[in-house]
C-alpha cells in the first residue's frame, strides 16, 4: 500500500509547487495554438507523414512565428523561458501529433500566418 502512495504524494506534492500557468488572451492563445501547429506539421513534414504534405513547408515561415510568437509572450505576460515552455507542452498535449487535430486548425493558422507577413 505505502509503494502506491508514495508515487502518488510525490506527484501531488509537485503539482503544488508548480506555478500556475499565467491566463492568455484569445489573441496569445491563438497565436501560441498556432506556432505549436506549425511546429507539429513541420515535424510530420520531416518525418514524412503523408497528411502534413499539404500544407506549405513550415520550415521557414512557421518557424518564425513560433519564435516571434514566444518573444511576445515573454515581453507580455512577464514571463521566463520555463513558463513559456510550459505554455507550449500544454498546447501541444492538447493538439496531439495527430494530423486530424491538427488539420482542424490550420486553415485559422495559415490565414494567420499569412496576415503576419511572413
Request: hydrophobic share 50%.
Amino acid at each position: 500500500m505505502l509503494a502506491i502512495l508514495a508515487p502518488l504524494a510525490l506527484t501531488l506534492a509537485q503539482a503544488a509547487t508548480a506555478p500556475a500557468l499565467p491566463a492568455l488572451t484569445l489573441e496569445q492563445a491563438s497565436a501560441l495554438r498556432c506556432s505549436v501547429a506549425f511546429g507539429l506539421v513541420h515535424m510530420g513534414q520531416r518525418q514524412g507523414v503523408p497528411a502534413f504534405d499539404e500544407y506549405p513547408a513550415m520550415d521557414k515561415r512557421g518557424q518564425e512565428f513560433f519564435v516571434r510568437t514566444a518573444a511576445q509572450l515573454m515581453d507580455e505576460l512577464g514571463a521566463d523561458r520555463e513558463t513559456i515552455v510550459a505554455l507550449v507542452k500544454r498546447e501541444s498535449e492538447d493538439l496531439g501529433a495527430s494530423p486530424e487535430r491538427v488539420g482542424e486548425v490550420m486553415p485559422a493558422c495559415l490565414m494567420m500566418l499569412d496576415a503576419s507577413g511572413l
